[in-house]
């Protein structure tokens, strides 16, 4: 961290000539075009500081990591716009925001896997949602739809309608069953569950499930406690953190919504 804030100055140092005399060519005010230059830079530090604290909690810091990068693309195209025509000038102009843009986000994700490898969480780092990870998986995304459009549309529109609100607060409750009562709720699993009462041993999403009503009552914790729910049994049945965290998540909302229908009614 000490040599990225070294890097930080050295980059912001270089980058801000270019970037004075780029916004000082246009709006010919010496004091108002040296703040302006600065801004890109001294944005993506903060954006850097954000995404290190977030990474201190064991966070993602997707959004902060993001903009972080956005921030050294400004000051790129800004140096490549100062820059003299030639790949050799324009590579020693935009080199130091590029140097800094690999190493801080590079910086904050060992961050966070220190402090999970650190805490000895149940938490696993090569779940981490990178913004080069996002990027690939938008491309990917992307040409599934090209070969087989159909069904990733038809993906797409389930993945909308579960996840977005039907009202600004209380969400859809996936199928019809509803939740009654504690006893009632380990009916409420997946198809994979239907089946261990015809005698067959249920799936680990819906074993998690099961054993989640069983230890705690889901209709009225706290949403962010699901993910220490999550993790502590997925270690238990061998089921991926990530995947726990996800299917948790959304069968605790669909209960809580649905507790809440029926508080109302």
């Known amino acids: 961290m000490a040599a990225l804030a070294v890097l930080a100055a050295a980059a912001a140092a270089v ?16 004091p108002i075009a040296a703040l302006e230059a600065g801004i890109p830079d001294v944005g ?19 959004r902060p990591r993001v903009l972080n990068l956005a921030c050294i693309a400004i000051s790129l195209v800004m140096n490549a716009l100062a820059s003299a025509p030639g790949w050799h000038d324009l590579a020693i102009w935009v080199m130091p925001a590029g140097t800094y843009a690999l190493a801080s986000d ?3 994700g ?25 990027l690939g998986g938008v491309l990917l995304w992307l040409l599934r739809l090209v070969l087989a459009p159909r069904s990733t549309l038809g993906g797409l529109r389930y ?10 607060g209380p969400r859809a409750v996936a199928g019809t069953a509803a939740v009654k009562s504690r006893d009632s709720l380990p009916q409420l699993r997946t198809s994979k569950s239907a089946a261990s009462v015809r005698g067959r041993r249920p799936g680990k ?3 998690m499930i099961a054993l989640a009503h069983e230890r705690h009552d889901l ?33 605790v909302r669909a209960v809580q919504a649905n507790h809440r229908q029926e508080a109302a009614l």
């Open 205 to 207: 999403q819906a074993r």
């Open 159 to 168: 993945w909308v309608l579960a996840e977005c609100p039907v009202a600004p």
């Open 44 to 62: 993506a530090v903060i954006f850097a500081a954000l995404g290190i604290a977030l990474a201190l909690h064991g966070r993602h810091a997707l």
């Open 219 to 251: 209709a009225t914790i706290p949403l962010k406690r699901v993910s220490e729910i999550a993790n502590a049994i997925a270690d238990e049945i061998s089921l991926s953190p990530g995947t726990a965290r996800r299917v948790l998540l959304a069968h």
């Open 15 to 30: 980058s801000w000539d270019a970037q004075y005399v780029l916004v000082a060519s246009v709006k010919h005010n010496a």
């Open 106 to 108: 590079t910086l904050i």
């Open 110 to 134: 060992v961050v966070r896997s220190w402090v999970i490898a650190t805490a000895r969480t149940a938490v696993s780092a090569e779940y981490e949602a990178t913004p080069l990870a996002v």
